[in-house]
Nanobody
Framework: QVQLVESGGGLVQAGGSLRLSCAAS????????MGWFRQAPGKEREFVAA????????SYADSVKGRFTISRDNAKDTVYLQMNSLKPEDTAVYYC???????????????WGQGTQVTVSS
């Protein structure tokens, strides 16, 4: 089981930027594909982005392509989500997640963080 702690959420105006961080422990980080998900009030949790253990390949939801960037620093056991050009519809609780594999996927994540709130005002 991987322990995950997110940080970096907050309140931002539309068009602004935020960077989320997720610190991991409990598993060799470079062997762990990571992802970000979000859940808005009254909606199901949805995939946002994922990255392989090596960091060489990433995947994004269509709704965030070109605006969000997932990256990782394996020396720091940390994954990031840089969010630019934020929109009110990006408002949600954002969750970091880990897979028991270095390979990318949009599902089958076994460990989850506690979530961090992102609120985008119009």
């Amino acid at each position: 089981q991987v322990q995950l702690v997110e940080s970096g959420g907050g309140l931002v105006q539309a068009g602004g930027s935020l960077r989320l961080s997720c610190a991991a422990s409990g598993r060799t980080f470079s062997n762990t594909a990571m992802g970000w998900f979000r859940q808005a009030p009254g909606k199901e949790r949805e995939f946002v982005a994922a990255i392989t253990g090596s960091g060489r390949k990433s995947s994004y939801a269509d709704s965030v392509k070109g605006r969000f960037t997932i990256s990782r620093d394996n020396a720091k056991d940390t994954v990031y989500l840089q969010m630019n050009s934020l929109k009110p519809e990006d408002t949600a609780v954002y969750y970091c997640a880990a897979r028991n594999s270095p390979f990318i996927d949009t599902t089958n994540f076994s460990s989850w963080g506690q979530g961090t709130q992102v609120t985008v005002s119009s």
